[in-house]
């Protein structure tokens, strides 16, 4: 019993690693791809080319390859290394690769849902006398939100099973921890992160499913 208590403490202690790759992702991934949605929707050809080119680039190869080309790339190029030394470094290095491939992934989310909205609102706020500023925060923003949030949801879900990819990088994860148990013979600890994981998981649709009746405006 005294060991079990111990592995759950170790598996719980890993998974945290996983929370904060998670929160740090999104704290960084939310805003950064707005930005890039508004380069993709930008007027300025050769902006919007450069800007669509690099979430095809993102969106069309693996994670865990990012992952090690942003933790390795600067080293194998005779570069010397942006990131900290130890698990802290590698830490910042899979935040940075998760942040920007997440937010290629929100940016084509937010795109769908700013130009899904009726450009006669738009024209609607510009006779009102409203700025385009006032417009996007007033009338689109609202409409937006409410669009994007289900297949936002969908992205923040996968994201949550993602951070298993850090441990391509060293980062102690709850993956990797459960791994060295079943390297010793313990077969549980690999299957019980799936309680972590669904745990979690279970908790963030709750949340979406109250957030979409709260949202449940504009018919």
Same mark, same amino acid.
């Given at each position: ?51 669509? @080119? ?8 693996? &994670?865990?390859?990012? !992952?090690?080309? +942003?933790?390795?790339?600067? #080293? ?54 409203? @700025? ?8 689109? &923003?609202?409409?937006? !939100?409410?669009? +994007?949030?289900?297949?936002? #949801? ?66």
């Amino acid at each position: 019993m005294g060991e079990t208590a111990v592995i759950w403490g170790r598996l719980t202690e890993a998974f945290w690693l996983n929370c904060q790759l998670f929160g740090l992702t999104l704290l960084f991934a939310l805003p950064l791809g707005l930005v890039v949605s508004f380069g993709s929707m930008s007027r300025l050809a050769p902006l919007r080319g450069v800007v669509k @080119t690099f979430v095809w680039v993102i969106r069309g190869t693996p &994670l865990m390859l990012q !992952i090690l080309v +942003i933790y390795l790339g600067p #080293g194998l190029l005779g570069f010397t290394s942006p990131w900290p030394s130890g698990g802290s470094g590698r830490l910042v290095a899979a935040v940075v690769a998760f942040a920007i491939n997440y937010a290629c992934y929100f940016s084509e989310i937010y795109r769908g849902g700013i130009e899904a909205v009726p450009r006669g609102q738009t024209e609607a706020g510009q006779v009102l006398g409203m @700025t385009k500023t006032q417009i996007f925060f007033r009338v689109t &923003l609202l409409q937006v !939100i409410k669009r +994007i949030l289900p297949p936002m #949801g969908n992205e923040i879900i996968t994201l949550v099973k993602d951070t298993s990819l850090a441990n391509v990088i060293a980062n102690k994860d709850i993956i990797m921890m459960a791994k060295e148990y079943s390297a010793k013979g313990l077969i549980w600890p690999l299957f019980s992160t799936a309680v972590f994981f669904l745990v979690f998981v279970g908790a963030l649709t709750l949340l979406f499913g109250w957030l979409e009746k709260r949202l449940d405006y504009f018919k």
